[in-house]
């Protein structure tokens, strides 16, 4: 079966299916309004798609940030890109995304991410950096991070347990699961 959809910035009026994806693919508690209206307001890269009903069926959001707030959402220690970075320099977190089960294995998470990281490109940021999530060995997201130039930072280890508001879809409690960092300085500025 072929499957079509179209991709566009995300509107205001549709996150309440954001949340709601991103609450099935994660578990419960991962988003609400309030969470993504911040991420929207942010003003960063932040693209959906729909499929041929006009259902939401992905999307791949971000965050600009100062350097020494996107560690701390990655639980890094300050100056973990020591010399590279100043902590005020701003940078692309790539915050979440996910895919509708019928839609996944056709490249759609590819897309949405080849179009968040070009605008950050053309927004002139010089770095991307994203916590990947793990799920026992596999880690969804590792061809698409490869694939754009990617590197592995580090492993954090439960990353996302103290988030007390969220019930992981494979833990089924708190989120034990690890993060995966990855980051790449965009245009080749700084390798
Ligand atoms: C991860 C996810 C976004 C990928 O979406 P997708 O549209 O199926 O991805 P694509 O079709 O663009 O595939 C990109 C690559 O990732 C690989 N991939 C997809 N899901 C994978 C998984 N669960 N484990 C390992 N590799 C996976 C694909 O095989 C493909 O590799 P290829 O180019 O060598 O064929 C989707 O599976 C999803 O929503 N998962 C649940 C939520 C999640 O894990 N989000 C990411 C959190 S960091």
Same mark, same amino acid.
């Given at each position: 079966m072929t499957h079509t959809w179209s991709v566009q910035r995300c509107d205001t009026a549709r996150l309440a299916d954001v949340v709601a994806l991103g609450n099935l693919a994660f578990g419960d508690g991962y988003f609400d309004l309030p969470k993504i209206k911040d991420i929207l307001n942010n003003g960063a890269p932040f693209y959906t798609a729909y499929g041929e009903t006009g259902d939401l069926i992905g999307y791949c959001c971000s965050l600009y940030l100062p350097m020494r707030e996107a560690e701390r959402h990655m639980k890094l220690p300050e100056n973990a890109f020591a010399g590279r970075l100043e902590p005020?320099?701003?940078?692309?977190?790539?915050?979440?995304?996910?895919?509708?089960?019928?839609?996944?294995?056709?490249?759609?998470?590819?897309?949405?991410?080849? $179009?968040?990281?070009?605008?950050?490109?053309?927004?002139?940021?010089?770095?991307?950096?994203?916590?990947?999530?793990?799920?026992?060995?596999?880690?969804?997201?590792?061809?698409?991070?490869?694939?754009?130039?990617?590197?592995?930072? $580090?492993?954090?280890?439960?990353?996302?347990?103290?988030?007390?508001?969220?019930?992981?879809?494979?833990?089924?409690?708190?989120?034990?699961? $690890?993060?995966?960092?990855?980051?790449?300085?965009?245009?080749?500025?700084?390798?």
């Open positions: 005020e320099t701003p940078v692309c977190f790539m915050k979440s995304m996910a895919i509708a089960e019928e839609y996944k294995g056709k490249g759609l998470a590819d897309r949405l991410f080849a $179009s968040c990281l070009a605008d950050a490109v053309t927004d002139g940021l010089r770095f991307a950096c994203s916590s990947a999530w793990k799920i026992g060995d596999s880690v969804p997201m590792r061809r698409i991070f490869q694939s754009h130039g990617f590197v592995v930072h $580090s492993e954090i280890p439960m990353l996302w347990f103290d988030d007390k508001d969220y019930t992981c879809v494979v833990c089924k409690g708190s989120c034990r699961c $690890s993060g995966v960092i990855y980051y790449k300085f965009l245009n080749g500025k700084d390798d």
